[in-house]
């Protein structure tokens, strides 16, 4: 089975990350996942997804706690912390969790970290299905802000051995998605981590299980893309993305020039999406819990450009207190319909003032022109000639668009339109 065969459509759903930073606990994670398919699995939202440092006891917030004694079986695998997720006692791991999301209809996901534990290899534990040990396939190529991994030599027979015990057992937890984090990153490693990437490409191939293979963090150098689209079904094009203006500008280069590697199985990915509630634990000892800082216009703005470009959607802010019209950004079917079936998509125009995008499926066309300045513009002449029809259905207003009368578009706005 190629990954190509699954993940048709871009992923959505929710990760912790945005929430709970490192400290998501199975009470929240549940709660979430309550919310997600009693209010927006009919939109498509399906996966939940359990961000970093799910095996660490002592986990309070987004920061690591460096050298932190994790929770690890006899194998140099890490399990889940039983004081953060109960139902994980006597070794059940996350197939407790994993069966209570999918008995509420959705898709489970973890996130991991790329490598062997550093613990393991000091203690120098088994790995399974070969007489090596952790030492022995260990690599010196540890993470630079979160140093609980060293690198594996899947070169190795016993490498790709400890990738292939480690995937069988997210298997057997039902776990249908996987974030892989420090191996796509090109300030880091321009080449990215290619060969323990192939490694656990190959090991999820031989679950036999539909894994989802996500990698982060960005940004992944263009050059990589087609060996991106050949082993993973999406990959970070940026770095983590916060709710500030000048994070979201930049995502128009992005999503541009990643645009030729979007097709059915292989999603770049502009990361998940700040809007809501978000970092309710941000950080010891201060107290950054907030709102997201996006203005209404740009969360229109922000939710067109991961629609019209087909990135994966993965909402980052909590769901139970989720307000109305967040819960409008997140429901708007037409909007969606888009993001699902467009199949050509591109920037069309770019100057200082407006970015405009196509999109097609095979019953409708559509136009994003986005007001990139800081004042409130009217729609040029020139930019209306990009549409083909005399009127047109704005898609988040729900209403028709008249193309002969003005069109406003407040400042870092989006006018949003299907033909």
Sequence with gaps: MSHLDFAVTPPMGWNSWDSYGASVREDEVKANADYLAANLKSYGWEY??????????????????????????????????TNRFPSAVDGQGFKPLGDYIHGLGLK?????????????????TAIKGTDKRARDIALNNIC??????????????????YYDSLFELYASWGVDFIKVDDICDSRFNHDAFKAEIQAIHDAIAKTGREIVLSLSPGPAALKN??????????????DDFWDNWESLRTMFDRAAEWSPFVRPGNWPDCDMLPLGHLRVRADEGANDDHWTHFTPAEQYLLMSLWTISRSPLMYGGTLPDLDDFTKGLLTNREVLQMHREVVERREVYRDTDWIVWRANSATANYLAFFNISEQTRDLPAALKHLATTEQAQDLWRNQPV????????TTHGVLLVQE
């Design 225 to 238: 893309g087609t060996f991106f689209q050949n082993t993973a079904n999406m990959w970070r094009v940026t």
């Design 108 to 124: 489970f996901g973890i996130h991991i970290m790329r490598g062997i534990p550093r613990q393991a290899v000091h203690q120098n």
């Design 48 to 81: 939940v997804v359990v961000d970093i440092q799910w095996s660490e006891p002592t986990a309070s917030s987004m920061v690591y706690h460096n050298f932190a004694p994790l929770c690890m079986d006899e194998y140099s695998r890490l399990i889940p912390a």
């Design 402 to 409: 008249d193309w002969q009368q003005a069109q406003s578009v």
């Design 144 to 161: 630079l802000w979160n140093p609980d991994m060293y690198g594996v030599d899947v070169s190795q027979a016993a490498g790709q051995r």
